[in-house]
């Protein structure tokens, strides 16, 4: 049973991990379109509601919002002090990679680095 809910976990961290990168360029989208746009005085809503008609960042923001539903469902389940740093950790090694993927500036050798710490620590948390 518990193998089963720590490759939820796992799933649940990569999706994080996606999901955030993929929302830090819809973000850069949106912070694009606001420079372009003459600055008046529009409210803090209406450039909040800006940024949820960019698809770029709401389509992730909803599926990360998804897969912490399925966290949360999964806590009921799981110890959360095994939850929690497989989860976590997951999503930070996933949120680097996805953002080397998607072309940010990063210093790969170090990030794989620590990716590789990442996926070692969560391995002695399992076993």
Same mark, same amino acid.
């Given at each position: ?23 830090? $360029?819809?973000? /850069? *989208? @949106?912070?694009?379109? !606001? ?6 005085? %529009? &409210? ?5 509601? $800006?940024?949820? /008609? *960019? @698809?770029?960042?709401? !389509? ?6 998804? %897969? &912490? ?59």
């Amino acid at each position: 049973m518990l193998g089963k809910d720590v490759e939820k976990m796992v799933a649940i961290g990569l999706v994080w991990g996606a999901t955030n990168a993929l929302m830090r $360029k819809g973000a /850069l *989208i @949106w912070d694009q379109a !606001l420079k372009s746009t003459p600055q008046s005085d %529009a &409210s803090q809503l209406k450039k909040w509601l $800006k940024l949820l /008609l *960019i @698809w770029q960042y709401t !389509l992730p923001f909803l599926i990360n919002l998804s %897969a &912490s539903a399925t966290f949360f469902a999964i806590l009921s389940d799981s110890p959360i002090s095994l939850a929690v740093p497989v989860t976590n950790g997951t999503t930070f090694a996933a949120t680097a990679v996805f953002g080397m993927i998607l072309g940010e500036e990063t210093h790969v050798g170090l990030a794989l680095f620590g990716t590789l710490l990442i996926v070692l620590g969560i391995y002695i948390c399992v076993v």
